[in-house]
């Protein structure tokens, strides 16, 4: 399955940027359709009301805003877009309040792309695990209304 993934990243990071770009390109380990790199939160926020976006990677530090604020906003509006957060901050309580806002994961800069990658695929595939159980949650009690008709 092919997914769009969005990468909100701090400017200074291109070199980053680029490396993930190469990898969409010439490795299967991400299977995006494309990767939208738009350089602020409000500009991410534009691009999630446009497109169907699967997977959020974002920086916390994202002048004028920060991107823990982007992840209130996936979280609130957008439930099945997961975020993995992304940050030169090593303080474990960054980490924890990240993840008790709802990111999936949260990664530690500097790191190793093909780190990176696997977290994706691990994210990617948690998404579709609970997609798949809400639309079976849903069929079933489509059933159970349909057999309280009976």
């Given at each position: ?23 969409h390109r ?9 990767i939208l ?82 977290n994706v ?30």
């Amino acid at each position: 399955m092919t997914v769009p993934l969005l990468f909100q990243h701090d400017r200074i990071n291109g070199l980053f940027d680029g490396k993930l770009r190469f990898l969409h390109r010439n490795d299967q380990r991400i299977n995006a359709t494309e990767i939208l790199s738009p350089d602020t939160v409000d500009q991410a926020l534009a691009v999630l009301g446009e497109h169907d976006i699967s997977i959020v990677l974002c920086d916390i530090n994202m002048p004028p805003r920060r991107g823990t604020e982007l992840l209130d906003e996936i979280v609130r509006h957008y439930p099945n877009t997961k975020v993995i957060m992304i940050t030169a901050e090593s303080e474990a309580n960054v980490a924890v309040e990240c993840m008790r806002k709802g990111a999936a994961n949260y990664i530690i800069k500097p790191f190793k792309i093909t780190d990176l990658v696997e977290n994706v695929r691990e994210t990617l595939a948690a998404r579709d695990a609970e997609i798949q159980n809400q639309q079976e949650h849903q069929r079933l009690q489509k059933l159970e209304y349909l057999k309280s008709d009976f």
